[in-house]
Structure formats: C-alpha cells, structure tokens
T-cell receptor, first 111, second 115 residues
Framework: LAKTTQPISMDSYEGQEVNITCSHN???????ITWYQQFPSQGPRFIIQ???TKVTNEVASLFIPADRKSSTLSLPRVSLSDTAVYYC????????????FGAGTRLFVKA | EAGVAQSPRYKIIEKRQSVAFWCNPI?????LYWYQQILGQGPKLLIQ????????DSQLPKDRFSAERLKGVDSTLKIQPAKLEDSAVYLC?????????????FGPGTRLTVL
C-alpha cells in the first residue's frame, strides 16, 4: 500500500486559491488518488478522484503529474466554510481496495 | 437518497463495560467499513465487509472488538470490555463499485467516551 505525505496544516484567506500537495512515491500502477474532506463532528466526504493528468469537478481540481508520485488538490476561491481537514488516499480496487487515512492537512481559511 | 445511518450518536460508559454501535449503509452498497477516529488523527480502518463476508479485519483488536453484518445489510460493532483508550469516534461507511473506486459514504459517527 502506498504511503502518503501531506503538510500538517495550511492557512489561507477567503477568495484565494489553495493548493494542497500530497506525496505518494510508492504509488502502484493500479492505484487511484482520492481526496476526502472532513468537517468537525462529521464523517469524511469524498471530494475528487483521479488516475492521471487533471480531473475537475464543481468543487475542486486534481492535478497529477506524469510520474504520479505526487498530486495536488486545488480549491478555487476558498471561503470560511472550506476550513476542514483534507485527506489524500492512494489505493486500488483489487482485493476490496484497502483504505488508509493519514493525519491529513488542516486548512484554516481566514476572513 | 438516504445516507449512512448510525446510532447512537453519543455514548458514555465506564471502563470494562460493553457497548454496541449500529450502522445502516446506503441501500444497495455491498461494501461496509468501520473506522475508529481518535481526536486529532485520521480514521483508522477496523473492519471491512463485502456483503456479509469479512474482507479485512487486520486492525481490529479481536480480543475485545467484534463486528457482524447479518444478511449483508446492517452491521453492529461491539466492544467488550471497553478500555479508556477506546474513547474515539466510530465511523461507518459504505460503498459500491458503481460509485467509483474508493468513494466511500460516511455516516455521522458515534462518539464514545470511556470513563
């Protein structure tokens, strides 16, 4: 299972773009990269998932370079409500895709 | 679509007592997960079911924790006897292959305090 490394915390201001990078040097060929968001007193919520290049949805973008050893979650124009913990996970679907959450990145958005 | 339901939301017990948590996954989701999340840490997978069979329980402390998923739908996680270090939020999640790889839907969790 590929281990992930993320910054422990990040600060930003409302309206800014936030980029959170995750390192996963041992990613396997079958592995996908998934990001979750967790607010206090709630369970994690799926944000975005990708395999390579760029994926975009209504919430975020995910950039994955060609070597796939890292990935960057991009949150455009953050607001105070984006203050949360963001988790990067790497895993595949074979054998029931085991899920390992790291400590995540605590994002603080200030007014 | 109804989400993952969990009960109770909060539970306070004394050490050495027993406790049980219940989870009702999203209808049609074959895979069900139980996680333990200690304050300040990411969720730790305790057990994963595929229908009513166990896929992974490598991190479940089997001397005190047990879980079952009868008929491949609802699931119950039990702790007997509880220890102080079991104080945590217990999260249930479910997924299906049609929802994408690794896209798990989480319930609100049960916050357990062991005194």
């Amino acid at each position: 299972l590929a281990k992930t490394t993320q910054p422990i915390s990040m600060d930003s201001y409302e309206g800014q773009e936030v980029n959170i990078t995750c390192s996963h040097n041992n990613i396997a060929t079958n592995d996908y990269i998934t990001w979750y968001q967790q607010f206090p007193s709630q369970g994690p919520r799926f944000i975005i998932q990708g395999y390579k290049t760029k994926v975009t949805n209504e919430v975020a973008s995910l950039f994955i370079p060609a070597d796939r050893k890292s990935s960057t979650l991009s949150l455009p124009r953050v607001s105070l409500s984006d203050t949360a913990v963001y988790y990067c996970l790497v895993g595949d679907s074979t054998g029931g895709f085991k899920t390992i959450f790291g400590a995540g990145t605590r994002l603080f958005v200030k007014a | 679509e109804a989400g993952v339901a969990q009960s109770p939301r909060y539970k306070i017990i004394e050490k050495r007592q027993s406790v049980a948590f219940w989870c009702n996954p999203i209808s049609g989701h074959a895979t069900l997960y139980w996680y333990q999340q200690i304050l300040g840490q990411g969720p730790k997978l305790l057990i994963q079911f595929q229908n009513n069979g166990v896929v992974d329980d490598s991190q479940l402390p089997k001397d005190r924790f047990s879980a079952e998923r009868l008929k491949g739908v609802d699931s119950t996680l039990k702790i007997q006897p509880a220890k102080l270090e079991d104080s945590a939020v217990y999260l249930c999640a479910s997924s299906s292959r049609t929802s994408g790889y690794n896209e798990q839907f989480f319930g609100p969790g049960t916050r357990l305090t062991v005194l």
